[in-house]
Protein backbone atom coordinates (compact mmCIF):
# COMPACT_ATOMS: atom_id res chain seq x y z
CA UNK A 1 0.00 0.00 0.00
CA UNK A 2 2.77 2.22 0.85
CA UNK A 3 4.75 1.15 -1.90
CA UNK A 4 1.64 2.35 -4.44
CA UNK A 5 1.14 5.50 -2.43
CA UNK A 6 4.58 6.30 -3.48
CA UNK A 7 4.73 5.35 -6.82
CA UNK A 8 2.17 7.54 -7.79
CA UNK A 9 3.95 11.12 -7.15
CA UNK A 10 5.49 11.94 -10.45
CA UNK A 11 8.61 14.10 -9.91
CA UNK A 12 10.19 13.79 -13.12
CA UNK A 13 9.26 17.48 -14.58
CA UNK A 14 12.22 19.68 -12.71
CA UNK A 15 9.81 22.46 -13.27
CA UNK A 16 8.56 20.72 -9.79
CA UNK A 17 11.87 20.63 -8.28
CA UNK A 18 11.36 23.97 -6.29
CA UNK A 19 7.41 22.95 -5.11
CA UNK A 20 8.77 19.46 -3.71
CA UNK A 21 11.56 21.31 -2.24
CA UNK A 22 9.60 23.98 -0.82
CA UNK A 23 6.94 20.77 1.08
CA UNK A 24 9.97 19.00 2.53
CA UNK A 25 11.87 22.50 3.70
CA UNK A 26 8.24 23.04 5.18
CA UNK A 27 7.27 19.85 7.08
CA UNK A 28 9.97 17.74 7.77
CA UNK A 29 9.95 16.65 11.26
CA UNK A 30 10.93 18.63 14.02
CA UNK A 31 11.90 15.84 16.11
CA UNK A 32 14.36 15.63 13.51
CA UNK A 33 16.07 19.26 14.25
CA UNK A 34 17.77 19.46 10.52
CA UNK A 35 15.49 20.06 6.77
CA UNK A 36 17.94 17.88 5.37
CA UNK A 37 18.19 14.32 3.88
CA UNK A 38 19.93 11.62 5.89
CA UNK A 39 23.81 11.74 5.10
CA UNK A 40 23.42 8.46 2.93
CA UNK A 41 20.95 9.63 0.25
CA UNK A 42 22.44 10.48 -2.62
CA UNK A 43 19.39 11.89 -4.35
CA UNK A 44 17.94 15.23 -5.26
CA UNK A 45 15.11 16.30 -3.53
CA UNK A 46 13.10 15.44 -6.84
CA UNK A 47 13.68 12.35 -6.98
CA UNK A 48 12.52 11.31 -2.78
CA UNK A 49 9.51 9.85 -3.62
CA UNK A 50 10.08 8.37 -6.53
CA UNK A 51 9.87 4.91 -4.54
CA UNK A 52 9.41 3.72 -1.52
CA UNK A 53 13.52 2.60 -1.17
CA UNK A 54 14.50 6.13 -2.04
CA UNK A 55 12.24 7.42 0.32
CA UNK A 56 13.79 5.46 3.31
CA UNK A 57 17.02 6.16 2.11
CA UNK A 58 16.42 9.87 2.32
CA UNK A 59 14.27 9.35 5.79
CA UNK A 60 11.26 11.43 4.50
CA UNK A 61 8.56 8.60 4.33
CA UNK A 62 6.46 10.55 5.78
CA UNK A 63 6.73 13.48 4.00
CA UNK A 64 5.90 11.49 0.77
CA UNK A 65 2.86 9.86 2.29
CA UNK A 66 1.70 13.77 3.11
CA UNK A 67 2.12 14.99 -0.11
CA UNK A 68 0.26 11.85 -1.87
CA UNK A 69 -2.16 12.40 0.43
CA UNK A 70 -2.92 15.82 -1.25
CA UNK A 71 -3.49 14.33 -4.89
CA UNK A 72 -6.85 13.63 -6.42
CA UNK A 73 -8.92 10.92 -6.38
CA UNK A 74 -7.19 8.66 -9.30
CA UNK A 75 -10.57 7.34 -9.98
CA UNK A 76 -12.07 10.46 -11.32
CA UNK A 77 -11.16 11.26 -14.96
CA UNK A 78 -9.16 14.07 -15.30
CA UNK A 79 -9.79 17.00 -17.69
CA UNK A 80 -8.51 16.39 -21.21
CA UNK A 81 -7.49 19.65 -23.07
CA UNK A 82 -6.14 19.44 -26.57
CA UNK A 83 -4.15 22.51 -28.02
CA UNK A 84 -4.26 22.16 -32.06
CA UNK A 85 -1.70 24.74 -32.63
CA UNK A 86 1.43 25.96 -34.75
CA UNK A 87 4.60 26.67 -33.42
CA UNK A 88 5.15 30.40 -34.88
CA UNK A 89 1.53 31.28 -34.67
CA UNK A 90 1.86 34.61 -32.02
CA UNK A 91 -1.36 33.82 -30.44
CA UNK A 92 -0.46 30.32 -30.30
CA UNK A 93 2.36 30.63 -28.27
CA UNK A 94 0.86 33.61 -26.28
CA UNK A 95 -1.58 30.99 -24.89
CA UNK A 96 0.49 28.03 -24.76
CA UNK A 97 2.71 29.80 -22.22
CA UNK A 98 0.87 32.14 -20.59
CA UNK A 99 -2.48 29.75 -20.37
CA UNK A 100 -1.75 26.74 -20.69
CA UNK A 101 1.84 25.41 -19.33
CA UNK A 102 1.19 27.40 -16.27
CA UNK A 103 -2.05 26.08 -15.60
CA UNK A 104 -1.00 22.46 -16.39
CA UNK A 105 2.22 23.05 -13.93
CA UNK A 106 -0.28 23.97 -11.47
CA UNK A 107 -3.48 21.29 -12.30
CA UNK A 108 -1.28 18.49 -13.34
CA UNK A 109 -3.09 15.99 -11.62
CA UNK A 110 -6.38 16.93 -12.26
CA UNK A 111 -5.93 17.51 -16.18
CA UNK A 112 -4.46 15.74 -18.93
CA UNK A 113 -2.88 17.90 -21.98
CA UNK A 114 -2.62 16.53 -26.19
CA UNK A 115 -0.64 18.90 -28.08
CA UNK A 116 -1.08 18.76 -31.84
CA UNK A 117 1.77 20.71 -33.70
CA UNK A 118 0.06 21.21 -37.40
CA UNK A 119 -2.27 24.43 -37.23
CA UNK A 120 -3.34 26.07 -40.70
CA UNK A 121 -0.33 23.80 -42.20
CA UNK A 122 -0.77 22.12 -45.17
CA UNK A 123 0.09 17.97 -46.79
CA UNK A 124 0.90 18.34 -50.13
CA UNK A 125 0.24 15.66 -52.43
CA UNK A 126 3.82 15.53 -53.79
CA UNK A 127 7.00 18.00 -53.87
CA UNK A 128 10.15 18.22 -52.57
CA UNK A 129 8.55 19.04 -49.49
CA UNK A 130 5.42 17.33 -48.33
CA UNK A 131 4.05 20.43 -46.16
CA UNK A 132 3.59 24.11 -45.87
CA UNK A 133 3.11 26.11 -43.24
CA UNK A 134 1.50 29.46 -42.93
CA UNK A 135 4.99 30.66 -41.75
CA UNK A 136 7.10 29.26 -43.87
CA UNK A 137 9.91 26.43 -43.57
CA UNK A 138 10.66 27.45 -40.33
CA UNK A 139 7.53 27.07 -38.70
CA UNK A 140 7.34 23.35 -40.58
CA UNK A 141 10.82 22.59 -39.27
CA UNK A 142 9.80 24.12 -35.75
CA UNK A 143 6.63 21.70 -35.65
CA UNK A 144 8.23 18.70 -36.67
CA UNK A 145 10.57 19.36 -33.64
CA UNK A 146 7.85 19.71 -31.07
CA UNK A 147 6.01 16.33 -32.78
CA UNK A 148 9.45 14.25 -32.60
CA UNK A 149 10.19 15.52 -28.79
CA UNK A 150 6.48 14.80 -27.77
CA UNK A 151 6.52 11.00 -29.63
CA UNK A 152 10.30 10.50 -27.96
CA UNK A 153 9.53 11.15 -24.31
CA UNK A 154 6.05 11.56 -24.16
CA UNK A 155 4.48 15.23 -22.74
CA UNK A 156 5.41 15.32 -19.46
CA UNK A 157 8.53 15.39 -20.15
CA UNK A 158 8.36 16.97 -23.52
CA UNK A 159 5.86 19.86 -22.19
CA UNK A 160 8.53 22.04 -20.66
CA UNK A 161 11.04 21.72 -23.58
CA UNK A 162 8.03 23.60 -25.82
CA UNK A 163 7.13 26.03 -23.62
CA UNK A 164 11.10 26.83 -23.74
CA UNK A 165 11.12 26.66 -26.97
CA UNK A 166 7.72 29.36 -27.89
CA UNK A 167 8.63 31.57 -24.94
CA UNK A 168 12.29 32.09 -26.46
CA UNK A 169 12.67 35.06 -28.78
CA UNK A 170 13.57 32.52 -32.08
CA UNK A 171 11.12 29.48 -31.54
CA UNK A 172 13.61 27.34 -33.91
CA UNK A 173 17.16 28.46 -32.34
CA UNK A 174 15.98 28.02 -28.88
CA UNK A 175 15.35 24.31 -29.53
CA UNK A 176 18.66 22.59 -28.94
CA UNK A 177 19.59 24.51 -25.69
CA UNK A 178 15.80 24.13 -24.61
CA UNK A 179 16.35 20.24 -24.92
CA UNK A 180 19.73 20.26 -23.18
CA UNK A 181 18.79 21.95 -20.40
CA UNK A 182 15.08 19.93 -19.55
CA UNK A 183 16.04 16.71 -20.81
CA UNK A 184 19.69 16.46 -20.91
CA UNK A 185 19.93 13.12 -21.68
CA UNK A 186 18.20 12.79 -24.78
CA UNK A 187 20.77 13.51 -27.51
CA UNK A 188 20.10 16.96 -30.26
CA UNK A 189 21.42 13.88 -32.97
CA UNK A 190 18.27 11.86 -32.30
CA UNK A 191 16.08 14.54 -32.64
CA UNK A 192 17.80 15.34 -36.15
CA UNK A 193 17.66 11.63 -36.86
CA UNK A 194 13.28 12.00 -36.40
CA UNK A 195 12.80 15.17 -38.13
CA UNK A 196 14.92 14.44 -41.14
CA UNK A 197 14.03 10.75 -41.18
CA UNK A 198 10.41 8.99 -42.12
CA UNK A 199 9.39 9.31 -38.45
CA UNK A 200 9.21 13.15 -38.55
CA UNK A 201 6.69 13.07 -41.69
CA UNK A 202 4.74 10.34 -40.62
CA UNK A 203 4.20 12.10 -37.10
CA UNK A 204 3.20 15.22 -39.18
CA UNK A 205 0.68 12.94 -41.68
CA UNK A 206 -1.01 11.96 -38.28
CA UNK A 207 -1.42 15.16 -36.91
CA UNK A 208 -2.47 16.30 -40.24
CA UNK A 209 -5.29 13.86 -39.92
CA UNK A 210 -5.97 14.99 -36.31
CA UNK A 211 -6.58 18.37 -37.30
CA UNK A 212 -8.53 17.51 -40.02
CA UNK A 213 -10.46 15.40 -38.42
CA UNK A 214 -11.90 18.36 -36.19
CA UNK A 215 -15.44 18.57 -35.42
CA UNK A 216 -17.05 21.02 -36.23
CA UNK A 217 -13.92 21.92 -38.04
CA UNK A 218 -11.43 24.25 -37.73
CA UNK A 219 -11.48 27.63 -38.69
CA UNK A 220 -8.27 29.27 -36.50
CA UNK A 221 -5.66 28.72 -33.93
CA UNK A 222 -5.30 28.16 -31.29
CA UNK A 223 -8.00 25.49 -31.18
CA UNK A 224 -8.58 24.66 -27.90
CA UNK A 225 -10.90 21.34 -27.19
CA UNK A 226 -12.22 20.35 -23.79
CA UNK A 227 -12.77 16.61 -23.33
CA UNK A 228 -12.54 16.43 -26.69
CA UNK A 229 -15.32 19.01 -27.36
CA UNK A 230 -15.19 21.94 -29.14
CA UNK A 231 -17.24 24.97 -27.99
CA UNK A 232 -16.77 29.03 -28.90
CA UNK A 233 -17.79 29.31 -24.76
CA UNK A 234 -14.98 26.52 -23.95
CA UNK A 235 -12.82 28.38 -26.50
CA UNK A 236 -13.71 31.97 -25.10
CA UNK A 237 -12.83 30.88 -20.99
CA UNK A 238 -9.91 28.44 -22.33
CA UNK A 239 -8.18 32.12 -23.97
CA UNK A 240 -9.44 34.22 -20.63
CA UNK A 241 -8.57 31.80 -17.76
CA UNK A 242 -7.97 28.75 -18.04
CA UNK A 243 -7.15 27.67 -14.75
CA UNK A 244 -10.34 28.65 -14.09
CA UNK A 245 -12.26 26.47 -16.14
CA UNK A 246 -10.19 23.51 -15.55
CA UNK A 247 -10.68 23.70 -12.04
CA UNK A 248 -14.94 23.99 -12.33
CA UNK A 249 -14.84 21.21 -14.58
CA UNK A 250 -12.77 18.99 -12.44
CA UNK A 251 -15.87 16.73 -11.23
CA UNK A 252 -13.98 15.16 -8.11
CA UNK A 253 -13.14 17.27 -5.21
CA UNK A 254 -11.16 20.55 -5.76
CA UNK A 255 -7.38 20.47 -5.14
CA UNK A 256 -5.89 23.17 -2.85
CA UNK A 257 -5.38 25.26 -5.52
CA UNK A 258 -8.53 25.42 -6.73
CA UNK A 259 -10.14 26.23 -3.88
CA UNK A 260 -7.17 28.83 -2.21
CA UNK A 261 -7.76 26.74 0.83
CA UNK A 262 -4.11 26.83 3.15
CA UNK A 263 -3.14 23.51 4.70
CA UNK A 264 -1.73 24.27 8.05
CA UNK A 265 1.83 22.93 7.61
CA UNK A 266 5.08 22.47 10.32
CA UNK A 267 6.67 25.88 11.34
CA UNK A 268 9.99 24.65 10.60
CA UNK A 269 11.85 26.58 7.60
CA UNK A 270 15.08 25.86 5.64
Known amino acids: MLRKALA ?58 ELNATRPNSAVPRVEVTLYYESLCPGCRVFLTQQLFPTWAMLHDIMEVKLVPYGNAQELPSGNSPFTCEHGEPECHSNMIEACILHSVGLYSAFPVIDCMESAANVLAAAQPCLQLHIPSM ?84
Open 8 to 65: SVPVSNMKFTSVLVLFFCSTFNKSQGKSKPKPGCEYPPSQWCRSLEIAIECGVQKQCL
Open 187 to 270: TWDSVTTCVKGELGFKLMHENALKTNALSPAKTHVPWVTINREYTGDFQDKAMSSLFNLVCKMYKGGKPPACTGAQKKLDRSLC
